[in-house]
Structure formats: C-alpha cells, structure tokens
C-alpha cells in the first residue's frame, strides 16, 4: 500500500502561504499593506505611464488643424526576484521527547516562517541594489526612490537604470530637520504625490517626535492621566500624514510611501520541501522567491543621508 507523503499533496503550498502571511503582521507592516501580484520570470516588469504637465497656454486658434502628438510613451522598470529560504533540522530523538507544547520541529518550523517573513520585510524597506545572476537580489524602496528624495551631506540615488537599480550613496550623514520634512512634502506635492505615510527606525522617531511637536497633535489618555509628546501624525502645508516607527528601516533615512504604488510580486509561493534524509533526523527547507514590483517611484519620497544626533 503506498504511503501518501506531504511532497505530493497538491494543497499544500496554498496553504502554507497564507498561513504565513497572517503570522506577525505588526512585525512586517510594509509587507502587509502592500499589494500582492504575480511574478512570472525571475525578472518582473511593470509599465509606468506618465501624463504631460500642465499648460496654461493650451489654446487653438479656430478652425485650427490638428496637431502632431508628441505624447509620452509608457516605460518599462523592472526588479529581480530573491530566493528566501529557511533550513530546520532536528535529531529524530529531540523531536521525540520534547514533549511540551507540539514538539521541537514544529516550534523551529514556526519560527522559521516568521524569520523569512520579516527577512522579505526587510528587504523591502532596504537600500538594497538589484542583483541579476543566480544569487539575484531584489532593490527596495530605499533604493527605488529617486525623484523625490531630499538628499544631504553628499548623499546621492542613482534609481533605477536599463534594468538594474543602483545602491544608495550615503555621504557624511547631517542633523534631520524640520525644514527637511516640509521640502519632502512639497517636493511631493509639486510631482503630483501626496505623502501617505512616514517610516523612521526607532531613534530616527524619536528625533522627529522631538523636532514636530510644535506643529503636531498631543494626546491625552484622560483614563490613566498620562500624556505623551510622541508626534504619530503631522500637518503640513501640504496635506497631513502619519508618522510610524519601522524597526528595519535605516537611521540614515525616512521613508514617505503609497502602499498602493508598490506590490510583492511571488514567483515561487511559500513551501516547505523535506530534504533527504542522511541519518537519523528530519531535514525540511523552507523556500519562496519574490520581487518587490515599483509602480511608480514618483508617488513615493524620502529623506536621506541623515542622522539622529
């Protein structure tokens, strides 16, 4: 009688990747925002279209003929994906007595899907440039963002280039100020992009928590009469948005996103694969290929070569 092995159910994958998805969404908060696609080839392209800018003279004599169009054509930008994998290997006898809550493998197993979960996170906030080849590498938002980022001290983005999107320059970091964040915002304006939200690591929302809270909201918890001087929204002349911390986004930069303009696009959903077995343990790799799919850096800022202190 043959033995039904999980390598050949057909449900498994499906399954597995939601699973995944659903573990620690506050940990990986840009991950579950954004959208989620399908990628087809290792590497992933989107079209970006663009529209001409405003013409105040756009007026035609009557009876005018019709003009020759010299309207923009769309571009093509694309990322590579990058292989996440994860190894668990335990000894046929530790899996065996350890008998307190469901076992040594499974605790490894669910621990391992929540590290690859926030390496991905990771990744997607990263200044991280594109690698093609075999051990390919897909950019991040730090590195995708390009036309409106306030750069200082030297610091520089090259964005994205024939197929490939380049590392950020860091420069010699200098102080975040408030005039910084005011440029971000209007700078966005003027490109036809609204911040809807700032990340900042822990020490970089803290500093602007201290710089903002002449211009933000106090609030009050009248329950347990506390009161906090942290900044969680700001108004600008540009339109107000929320402030949050990001444990994986770097000291040296803020990041302002639309999570509409950005996807997870998976070539290779989560799965789990039992590797061969060479003596007495259980070997299983966990593995999922993904890109990190741009549609439109324009609609996205940042700040850049700064620093906290």
Not at 129 to 145: D, N, Q, Y
Request: proline share 4%; glycine share 6%; charged share 20%.
């Amino acid at each position: 009688m043959a033995i039904t092995l999980t390598t050949a159910l057909k449900n498994i994958n499906e399954d597995l990747a939601n699973t995944i998805s659903n573990i620690a969404p506050s940990a990986t908060p840009v991950y579950t925002k954004i959208g989620k696609t399908k990628a087809s080839h290792t590497y992933h392209e989107v079209l970006v279209d663009t529209l001409a800018a405003p013409n105040k003279d756009n007026a035609r004599a009557e009876a005018a003929d019709a003009l020759v169009p010299s309207n923009a054509v769309v571009s093509r930008v694309g990322n590579f994906t990058q292989i996440v994998a994860k190894e668990v290997s335990v000894a046929g006898t530790v899996d065996a007595v350890s008998t307190a809550g469901k076992g040594e493998f499974a605790r490894q197993l669910a621990n391992v899907m929540k590290e690859a979960k926030t390496d991905i996170e990771a990744s997607i906030v990263s200044g991280n440039a594109s690698v093609a080849g075999a051990t390919r590498k897909s950019a991040g938002m730090e590195a995708w963002i390009k036309t409106n980022a306030v750069e200082n001290g030297g610091s520089s983005t090259p964005g994205f280039s024939s197929t490939l999107v380049g590392a950020p320059v860091a420069g010699t970091p200098v102080v975040v100020t408030e005039a910084m964040v005011q440029t971000l915002a209007q700078n966005m304006y003027n490109n036809g992009a609204e911040i809807k939200e700032l990340i900042a690591s822990p020490l970089m929302k803290t500093k602007l928590s201290a710089l903002l809270s002449g211009n933000a909201s106090r609030w009050n918890n009248a329950k347990d009469k506390s009161a906090t001087s942290a900044v969680d929204y700001y108004a600008t002349d540009f339109g107000e948005f929320a402030i949050k911390p990001h444990r994986m986004v770097s000291n040296n930069t803020v990041i302002a996103y639309d999570p509409e303009l950005w996807a997870v696009a998976t070539l290779r959903p989560f799965k789990t694969e039992e590797l061969a077995k060479t003596g007495d343990a259980r070997k299983v790799q966990l593995l999922t290929e993904f890109t990190l799919e741009c549609r439109n850096e324009v609609g996205n800022g940042k700040i850049a070569g700064i620093k906290t202190a």
